[in-house]
């Protein structure tokens, strides 16, 4: 992150330079541009087109084409200084970011089933952002087989978020009401937040929209007993038709922000039906490599500095953990305090009679013949009495 805030602090020298540069070669051209229009109409008026120019004429116009050569200098000088920026932002960049990342790479991890992984993460991606023609190309140069009802449901949102972005709510209400009762099962108030807006949307036109509003308010009779407060709100809205909601103490009905809320309630809710994540795995991967990145190639140089390469051979595992926040927190998972391992299926958490957790790897590395004494507590027990948990 501390090599992005650099590379973008000189990427904003260089935008402000090139921003003050444009509004000085627009000003001193424009003066030029006068200068020289008054000195042409002032010739015409004294001289003629044919007359000769007197010996103060003469003057006034080599000081005029010297006035000029300077300009151009200047605007040259002052160009040439951008390049100089220029060129110091892709030694920013150079400075800050290693250019080749090879060397975290681990030879042979992907595999005929990863690649087949990737090129099907890769095909859902491109289905989520809507784009469909470079999905179905790389399904035919990959070779994968992509069943065409996958395609489907992303073609449908994407053309319901498309149509929320213009605020048009039509698509979104018709395909809530479609999947009203999954909704309600899932505790979603995307359909009530939907006509909520579409009923906004009637406030704004004022009186002309007010039997269409009352006739509209109907369909908020299925959330009554969830939403009675903001069904209050939007019927006592109705009172300041006539001067206006914009003018009433209802104003905070038409904050913009809400269009945003609801295209992300709408992926959510919607990606929840179809079983999926609401984030791209993808792009989800591709975050988590950015912040780990840096870290994996310094403990790198730092392993073939020492000469310890043998420390990093496992495909499934690396040598340090990597904090990628806690936005990438899915699920718990458990480290053995004894070996420092994370758990895995084969090496399952093992919950002792005591009520510690240790891993079944060091469970078996710690019993001496029938007993096994807690690292934790005195306490003494028999290994076979204690049990696999699951996080």
Not at 255 to 283: H, K, M
Not at 322 to 329: E, I, M, N, P, R
Request: charged share 25%.
């Amino acid at each position: 992150m501390d090599q992005c805030v650099t590379v973008e602090r000189e990427l904003e020298k260089v935008l402000h330079k090139f921003a003050g540069y444009g509004q000085l070669c627009e000003r001193g051209l424009e003066e030029l541009i006068d200068y020289t229009g008054g000195l042409k109409h002032e010739i015409l008026q004294s001289h003629g087109q044919d007359a000769e120019l007197s010996g103060t004429l003469s003057l006034v116009l080599t000081q005029c084409c010297k006035r000029i050569k300077d300009t151009v200098q200047k605007l040259a000088s002052d160009h040439k200084d951008i390049h100089s920026s220029v060129s110091r932002v892709g030694k920013a960049i150079d400075k800050n970011f290693d250019s080749d990342i090879s060397s975290v790479g681990i030879d042979g991890c992907w595999q005929a089933d990863s690649q087949r992984l990737l090129n099907e993460v890769m095909v859902e991606h491109f289905f989520r952002q809507g784009m469909l023609d470079v999905a179905e190309e790389l399904c035919q140069e990959s070779g994968l087989s992509v069943d065409p009802s996958q395609k489907e449901p992303f073609v449908e949102l994407n053309r319901i978020l498309e149509a929320l972005k213009v605020r048009v709510l039509r698509p979104a209400l018709e395909w809530a009401v479609s999947n009203r009762e999954m909704l309600i099962a899932q505790n979603s108030s995307l359909e009530f937040k939907l006509h909520r807006l579409y009923f906004i949307s009637l406030l704004m036109g004022g009186t002309t929209n007010q039997r269409e509003a009352l006739q509209y308010a109907k369909n908020f009779q299925p959330f009554a007993l969830n939403h009675q407060k903001d069904i209050q709100v939007l019927m006592g809205s109705l009172v300041y038709l006539k001067q206006g909601i914009e003018n009433s103490p209802y104003v905070h009905l038409l904050d913009a922000n809400q269009w945003a809320d609801i295209c992300d309630i709408f992926t959510r809710d919607a990606c929840a039906l179809l079983g999926l994540s609401v984030e791209s795995p993808l792009s989800v991967s591709f975050s988590a490599g950015c912040v780990a990145l840096p870290a994996l190639i310094n403990i790198k140089a730092v392993i073939e500095q020492r000469q310890c390469t043998g420390v990093w051979n496992q495909k499934d595992e690396l040598p340090i953990e990597v904090d990628l926040g806690k936005k990438c927190w899915y699920h718990s998972i458990f480290a053995c305090p004894i070996l420092r391992q994370q758990t895995t299926d084969n090496n399952p958490p093992m919950k002792l009679v005591c009520g510690h957790i240790i891993s079944r790897d060091a469970l078996n590395k710690m019993f001496n013949g029938s007993k096994l004494k807690c690292p934790y507590c005195p306490m003494e027990q028999s290994p076979g009495d204690a049990k696999q948990i699951f996080f």
